[in-house]
Each structure stands twice: as structure tokens, then as C-alpha cells.
């Protein structure tokens, strides 16, 4: 069965769920190209895979069908009954020997809510966020990558290892470049004040709060191309950030706190230049918000400078600690 086919089928289910989950879960399965997986025999898991993700199903109904099965979607008892869905799925992981990351819950041939702990905790929350968790039967093809690995190695889908990745993809063109700005006799003090405006001009590019491409086009079009502008031009950026000015991508908002009422930047080369690039160009949304403080606690250390990024506090540790003693 292809996953357009599976679509056009079960897109018009309804009723009883007795009757449809079993069939609707093996083609699930077939569709997206995995092992059918468990079908246990304890409680009455709908599906499961020890280590993987615990899967509850339900099924709801459009208007006009002639039984409404678990409740009518939309209404406020299909959303209770949704929530009911996850609380049995917690349940049932907890007679699992290994306990899975994923919980999920499927309203058949509707939608899928997708939950997540990666820290050891019971504490499973909204996956990747509580804006974005619930995917529906239509967006199967464009989901299924995602199905498949929850189905198969859902630990690669942990945040924390794609931040680790990133945060120390990142610290290794940094380091790199303070070692040689203070070689070139610019004061430690210097360096990390302008690494710090060009890191957080990095992460206001990437999460939304300078239009998009913002630093990596004026490095790309202007700087790299004629290094000697860059000094000038990140000046004239920073000036437009502090000052809620215009720039031309748009119009900035004004960040204050006095990170940019000093807009000094440092002359750098083409080598240096093409370096800070490839830093902007990373996924800094990705990146452990503890890569500022660290970045530049280690830049002004040389003996620490080749193990930039390897000592930041990873968040699922501090999670560990703060969730028993606050929540």
C-alpha cells in the first residue's frame, strides 16, 4: 500500500474503533515502511516497541457519520478523549522494561500527537513543541521520515544531541578565530566584546528577530568580496540594531541592554571573514543558549581555548536537577 493510497482509505473512517485500529495500525506500518513492531498483551497497547515509543490510538468521526465512534473531532469530548489517549500511553510505558522516548497518540485517519523525554524522566511533553506536535493524515508523506526513525532509532530525534553537534560545530570556528585576533595583539577584553555582538547577531538571524539572511548576506555580498568594508558595514549594523534603524532587508528592532551601544567591530581577513561565515551559516537556533557564556570564558583562557564548547552545561543535565527540586 503507498502512503496515498493509505491516505485515500482510511481518511474516511469512522465508528468503531475496535474495528478499525488492528488493520489501520498494520497498514500504518506498511506505508511508512517499518516492522509492524509489538502488539502486546499487556493491558491493551494498540502498539509498541520496547525502547521506542508506546503508540494509543483512537477513533474519532466527521459529522453525518451514523455512529460517532470515540466522539465527534473538533468538540470538546474529542479533545478530552485525545488527552485520555495520552494518559493511557503513559500508562503503558510504565510495564515496558525499557522505557520509550516516544509516546503517541493517533486518531485514526486524522491525526497523530506526537510526545517525547529524553532525560530519563517520566516527563513527556509536546514533541518537537506544543505549537507543532499534532500532524495530520495528509502531511503522512512529508511526515514520514519522522515516523520512521520514532519507529526505529528515536533517540537520534533527541534536541540535545543535534545541540551538542551544532554548539561544538560552532565553538570550533570561534575558537579558532579568537586565537588568532588576539595573536594579531587585539586585547582579550576586545575580542570577546565583539564576538559576543557577532554570536548574538548570529542567533537573532537564525530564531527571527533580524530578518532572515540579515549577517550572512552582508558578509556574502559585501565583506568577503572587499574584507576592508566589513569594519564599516558591521558598525553601520550594529548602529541600526541599537537604534531601531533600517537596513537593507528591512527595518531592525532595537535591542537593548547595551550589548550594541557599542559598535566597535575589528578588521578582519579574507580567511577570518569566510570563517565568521561559517559560523552565521550554523543552526544557531539549535545551539545551548550556555555556548555564550562558555564561548567567551574560554576565549579569554588560552590554556582552555581546544576544549571550547566540550565543558558547557548540557541542558538535560541541568533538567535533571531543577525538575525533582522546583516541579
Not at 493491558?43 to 515509543?53: A, M, P, Q, R, T
Request: charge should be negative; aromatic fraction near 10%.
Amino acid at each position: 500500500m503507498t502512503q496515498e493510497e493509505f491516505i485515500e482509505r482510511w481518511s474516511k473512517s469512522g465508528a468503531s474503533e475496535r474495528a478499525n485500529k488492528d488493520q489501520f495500525r498494520a497498514e500504518l506500518c506498511d506505508a511508512i515502511r517499518v516492522a509492524e513492531g509489538q502488539k502486546q498483551s499487556i493491558g491493551k497497547i494498540d502498539l509498541c516497541e520496547d525502547g521506542c515509543f508506546v503508540l494509543e490510538a483512537k477513533q474519532g468521526s466527521e459529522a453525518g457519520f451514523p455512529k460517532l465512534g470515540t466522539a465527534k473531532r473538533g468538540t470538546a469530548a474529542w479533545n478530552v478523549a485525545m488527552r485520555d489517549a495520552f494518559g493511557q500511553a503513559l500508562g503503558y510505558s510504565r510495564t515496558i522494561e525499557r522505557r520509550p522516548p516516544f509516546l503517541l497518540t493517533c486518531n485514526i485517519g486524522y491525526c497523530f500527537d506526537l510526545y517525547a523525554t529524553f532525560d530519563g524522566s517520566w516527563d513527556y511533553r509536546a514533541f518537537p513543541n506544543a505549537q507543532t506536535n499534532r500532524f495530520f493524515l495528509r502531511d503522512l508523506p512529508a511526515q514520514r521520515d519522522l515516523l520512521r526513525a520514532i519507529f526505529l532509532e528515536p533517540h537520534t530525534l533527541d534536541p540535545a544531541r543535534r545541540a551538542v553537534k551544532v554548539t561544538r560545530e560552532v565553538a570550533g570556528h570561534i575558537v579558532e578565530l579568537a586565537r588568532e585576533l588576539e595573536e594579531a595583539g587585539h586585547g582579550s577584553e576586545t575580542v570577546a566584546a565583539f564576538l559576543m555582538r557577532c554570536l548574538f547577531t548570529m542567533f537573532e538571524e537564525d530564531v527571527g528577530l533580524l530578518p532572515e539572511r540579515t549577517l550572512v548576506k552582508l558578509l556574502e555580498d559585501e565583506c568577503i568580496p572587499n574584507p576592508s568594508k566589513f569594519p564599516v558595514q558591521g558598525m553601520n549594523l550594529w548602529a541600526a540594531m541599537n537604534e531601531d534603524g533600517f537596513w537593507p532587508t528591512g527595518r531592525l528592532l532595537r535591542f537593548n541592554g547595551g550589548l550594541f551601544a557599542d559598535q566597535s567591530t575589528l578588521p578582519l581577513t579574507r580567511p577570518q571573514l569566510e570563517r565568521l561565515l561559517e559560523a552565521a551559516r550554523c543552526k544557531w537556533a539549535d545551539v545551548e543558549p550556555a555556548i555564550f557564556g562558555t564561548l567567551i570564558e574560554r576565549a579569554l583562557d588560552p590554556r582552555e581555548r581546544r576544549a571550547l564548547g566540550a565543558h558547557y552545561t548540557p541542558r538535560a543535565y541541568v533538567e535533571r536537577l531543577v525538575r525533582p527540586t522546583i516541579e
